[in-house]
């Protein structure tokens, strides 16, 4: 997807296999790719039917999700991703919703502040 941009990513399985599932935004349109979790190998991928309403705020977000993501692991390092995307928050302010996991296990929400990478805790 040429100038594609990931705004909802999940850890998840596939045939048992550890993946990533990932929505991206591409010339308005959105696709939904599911990629082998190192990486290195795209397992399927398809586009949407409809674009959601998200398409329009990761292609509008001054930062993007590796940013977002870098500046949300900052605030816990040795956490991993658990689930992450962009939406509108209470205030009507976009923003990156990161779900981390620490290495106890327990979850730590973070809002990422799409215009200015500013960090919030939900």
Excluded: C
Aim: charged share 30%; proline share 3%; aromatic share 4%.
């Amino acid at each position: 997807m040429p100038g594609g941009r990931p705004f909802d990513l999940e850890t998840g399985s596939d045939e048992g296999q550890r993946v990533l599932e990932v929505k991206v935004a591409s010339r308005g349109e959105e696709f939904k790719v599911v990629v082998a979790a190192d990486g290195q190998q795209v397992v399927r991928q398809q586009q949407a039917d409809k674009p959601s309403d998200d398409v329009a705020k990761a292609e509008g977000a001054k930062v993007d999700a590796r940013r977002a993501l870098q500046a949300a692991a900052g605030t816990d390092p040795g956490s991993t991703l658990s689930e992450m995307e962009i939406d509108t928050n209470y205030d009507g302010a976009v923003v990156w919703q990161v779900a981390l996991v620490h290495r106890d296990g327990s979850t730590l929400q973070i809002d990422v502040d799409a215009k200015s990478a500013a960090i919030s805790a939900r």
